[in-house]
């Protein structure tokens, strides 16, 4: 460990209870491919809270956006110039929280593969900002992008006259895949509460709609022209996903979801492929959890190919913010460190949030 970086750190770990607490904890070490990052600031995600209450691994770290600076790299990052990488950069990255007693956004310390960040171009975002592009980007990137997922066209490419359906363009994921999708040149038709529909219209959304409107997916079916075979939905709900597959167009089409698929949802539209993606298999760990013990997702091996992809596409997102093409999240920032984060995950729980996401400055 370098001199510059002390040998403890202060981190949120998960408790017995379904609580988290501030304890002093030794800094983790990397391996050869990875970076040790300080964490400038960290943003919530519902999964936090989800595996603080329902997986509850006694000793793990939690949290899985931040955004910090480069303090050490492995000696293989070191040797490889291509990668472009120095300490003192400012990066930003996601990991999986609530699983690791060694890897959490929640600390003053965190460790990354080296491809699996990107370098936030100078003058550009903020810190906080930058924390809000972990769960949410990715997952938005992986939906639409990822040839086994919706296998949309990437930026800077551009479709022509097709268009995707997304549910819950006002939620953290929804509001990357409308700037995602928009930016590749799809036409975004979405729906949200009707307090966000102007927020949606910035991202690039060509119509928003309301969901609790007993017509609206009439009113998607006349925007779309009735020729939608793209949808993500962000929440996944029975009803969100009913709603969505009752938008589509007639003949073949694709629905990636971020939660598992409900039963009704199963049973309609045979000719619509129906996915549920998770990103943390972008990670290219294993995600197993033994027989008698809480599993969210299901057990998934590891994939080097959504790896890869991830990889690929962070190599694009500096460029992306740097254009403008790809703005953050709007930022809530909670005052008090990692005090504040108990806070904030109570108010994720109550369902409070909206529009923007939760964020803590940590150093």
Not at 62 to 79: A, F, N, P, R, Y
Not at 131 to 158: D, K, N
Not at 294 to 321: I, R
Not at 329 to 344: C, F, Q, R, T
Request: some cysteine; aromatic content about 8%; overall charge neutral.
């Amino acid at each position: 460990m370098s001199s510059s970086v002390p040998k403890t750190m202060k981190a949120l770990v998960t408790q017995a209870n379904k609580t988290v607490k501030i304890e002093e904890i030794p800094v983790p070490e990397i391996d050869d491919w990875e970076i040790l990052v300080k964490v400038v600031a960290a943003a919530s995600n519902p999964t936090d809270w989800q595996y603080i209450d329902g997986v509850t691994k006694v000793g793990t770290l939690s949290g899985c956006d931040w955004s910090g600076h480069i303090v050490k790299l492995g000696s293989k990052v070191t040797q490889l110039h291509a990668t472009g990488l120095k300490v003192g950069d400012h990066v930003a990255g996601f990991t999986q929280g609530g699983t690791y007693k060694d890897r959490g956004a929640y600390a003053e310390y965190v460790k990354a593969t080296y491809d699996l960040c990107w370098k936030v171009p100078e003058g550009t975002i903020s810190h906080e900002q930058a924390a809000t592009m972990g769960c949410a980007y990715w997952t938005a990137v992986q939906c639409l992008f990822h040839p086994t997922r919706l296998g949309l066209v990437e930026p800077p490419s551009s479709a022509k006259d097709e268009y995707v359906f997304v549910y819950g363009g006002s939620s953290s994921v929804g509001m990357y895949a409308l700037q995602l999708a928009h930016a590749a040149g799809y036409k975004v038709v979405t729906v949200a509460s009707t307090k966000n529909h102007a927020l949606c219209k910035s991202l690039g959304a060509d119509d928003v709609f309301d969901y609790k409107d007993p017509e609206v997916v009439s009113k998607i079916k006349a925007a779309t022209k009735s020729s939608l075979h793209y949808a993500l939905d962000t929440i996944s709900k029975e009803a969100s996903q009913i709603l969505t597959l009752n938008s589509f167009g007639p003949g073949q089409g694709k629905l990636v979801t971020i939660l598992p698929l409900q039963e009704k949802a199963k049973q309609l539209r045979d000719d619509v492929q129906k996915q549920f993606t998770l990103i943390y298999t972008a990670l290219g760990r294993e995600l197993y959890t033994p027989p008698g013990e809480v599993n969210l997702y299901g057990n998934w091996p590891a994939s080097p190919e959504d790896h890869a992809h991830m990889a690929q596409f962070l190599s694009k997102t500096p460029e992306l913010v740097a254009s403008g093409k790809v703005q953050p999240n709007p930022v809530k920032l909670l005052e008090g460190g990692l005090n504040a984060v108990s806070e904030g995950l109570q108010y994720l729980r109550d369902g409070k949030n909206s529009g923007e996401k939760l964020v803590y400055r940590v150093a």
